[in-house]
DNA sequence: GTTAGGTGACGTATCGTTAATTCACCGTAG
DNA sequence: CTACGGTGAATTAACGATACGTCACCTAAC
């Protein structure tokens, strides 16, 4: 490993000009002819700062923690895009964390952040928020930054709301008027969807269904679609709160010999890749999820910095309804 | 931030003993009351080890990267839960990164490595063989373990050739002769399946048809049963190289009046939660990524041991056949 | 009474970087 | 001729943890 001494011995001149030339420091000077000899002898010796002496020194590491919920929802998928190449833009390298993981591996995070292994958390954890893993988090003095509409630190977020408005409301267009909502938890961004839901329903005079609240994942879109069924009106039609959930309701309707989007429409929240693949291809709304990943980690570097944060949503781009198979205008037969 | 000093002084001892006690070192001794006394007092200020200073000292971090290829697909969740359950019983950290983002942004692996970021690098990226990133690996002393059949380093992987072979056979058994193979690319793992129902189709006096590697993906199932379509005999079940891919399968198939499974039987190769809640859900052979991800950990923390390492294949568990509802018994019509 | 050996602990150099302080030199203004 | 300011550097003290070398003290053997 070559170090700032190689360097200097190689260049003929002392570390603190080494030091200065890397990181453009003004207060120690140097003649241009010096610099030169400096960065060359950087290039010939293939010279790399080593990351935990300045860490060490400087108090920081560069690297952020992303903590999410469950890495291998493919909704995620643009969201890391976003953060890496935010990221880099910075500098700054990322650390993936599962949230599940975290729980077991005793205090994963506070670990993370005491030791100074990272400079701030970028969290996504729709499960998280009550507990006592929050109540450690917000103990340490280090900047924490959720990707959700969050009561307990500062956080950015998508504009959940709008998106139940574009699936209702297209819906609406399409002459439904029995839309149920199914799927996700109570109490979080979903709860910003349902919102979205219901102004919608009255505005267009109707009256919104209970959230059907069936969790995450394939799952909980069969639980949701069985439930809509048990509804004192049966629903033509269904926003599906969570993008995976919708593959689980296009399976079993398929099951009860219930024909999409003939028989019930269905439009998801979030759109992945996979989403164009199914049959019927599934309309959804997609979410900027990649742009939420960007801001997120400008924001947290914001924060970082010591700079005050103002909390909200990102409202461009907007959620846009993706137009598939999958929902289809009523017909009153 | 609580250092050593800060518990020595509380402990009235000096920071070799608080070194001490942290590390069990045998040379510095201690009676067990003062012993009691420092760990009481690092209870009591809360005291995490500054990793960058260790990281300094000790010239190692506890870090160890896994570079995937597309960490989005979902073959991965399994491979990643070994990999950070194996890290963690090793006391270390998982950096993850994907190769996308590593090409893009200038030598990210290389930078992980000769900056001392991380101590030995994790790697399944089924594209980058030739790639100069390779190149560049190979020229860092930090031990580069592939989760892949390699020939540049050393490697665990999973039984390709027996996912083929059990594939295959299994559609045979049910009376099927014309089987087509499709999916992926040349010279790789996958090559290793292809082998498999290579040996099995002439096991049984059959001609292999030829390799029809399309890539990844679910495109690259849809082009794959096009191509299939198109040879002399066309074929009634296909061994389908990649999972993701057979989602495209069903959707071309689907889309052309295709009936799986009764025109065509699919066997996928690599088993995601996904495959059971598609319509008609995918029989598939379940590799054991998990182990893969466990005994990678393993075999790196041995080659950064300095012990010598024997590449191998995991050949326990087996690749396990999941019987569902994409495959069925050929009928004479 | 001296000393060898054991016990329990301390002091400090070191890792590679950064940045504050110091310093030598030169040209020029007074 | 001296003082002074500017230029171009070198020295060095941290940052926190580790481990080597040292040392004081006590006991017991000779």
Same sequence: chains 1, 2.
Avoid: C
Avoid at 116 to 136: F, K
Avoid at 182 to 201: K, T, V
Avoid at 271 to 298: K, N
């Amino acid at each position: 490993m070559t170090t700032q001494r190689d360097i200097a011995r190689t260049a003929g001149v002392s570390v603190a000009v080494v030091s200065a030339v890397l990181n453009g420091t003004t207060h120690t000077r140097m003649s241009e002819a010096t610099r030169a000899r400096v960065l060359q002898a950087m290039e010939n010796l293939d010279y790399q700062p080593n990351q935990a002496a300045r860490s060490l020194r400087l108090n920081r590491t560069g690297m952020i923690a992303l903590i999410l919920h469950k890495l291998d929802n493919p909704v995620y998928a643009d969201l890391l895009r976003g953060v890496y190449g935010a990221a880099s833009e910075h500098g700054g390298t990322v650390l993936l964390g599962d949230a599940e993981t975290m729980r077991s591996s005793s205090q994963f995070v506070t670990r993370l952040l005491s030791q100074g292994t990272v400079d701030g958390i970028l969290i996504r954890d729709d499960q998280l928020y009550d507990d006592d893993v929050m109540a450690e988090l917000r103990s340490h003095p280090k900047p924490i930054l959720s990707l959700d509409h969050d009561q307990h630190h500062p956080w950015v977020g998508i504009d959940d709301r709008r998106a139940g408005e574009i699936a209702t409301r297209f819906l609406l267009n399409l002459r439904h008027r029995r839309i149920a909502f199914i799927g996700g938890a109570p109490g979080h961004a979903f709860q910003q969807r349902y919102l979205g839901y219901q102004h919608e329903m009255q505005q267009a005079g109707l009256e919104p269904a209970p959230h059907l609240a069936t969790g995450f994942g394939e799952q909980a879109g069969a639980d949701g679609l069985r439930q809509a069924l048990q509804l004192p009106a049966a629903p033509t039609a269904l926003v599906v709160n969570n993008i995976m959930s919708a593959v689980g309701v296009l399976a079993a309707a398929h099951d009860l010999g219930i024909a999409v989007p003939d028989q019930l429409s269905v439009v998801g929240i979030h759109d992945v890749a996979l989403m164009q693949h199914l049959r019927p291809a599934v309309t959804a709304v997609r979410m900027p999820m990649y742009e939420l990943g960007q801001a997120g980690v400008h924001a947290l570097y914001d924060l970082m910095a010591g700079n005050p944060h103002t909390s909200g949503t990102i409202t461009t781009p907007e959620p846009e309804l993706i137009i598939r198979d999958s929902a289809t205008t009523l017909t009153n037969t």
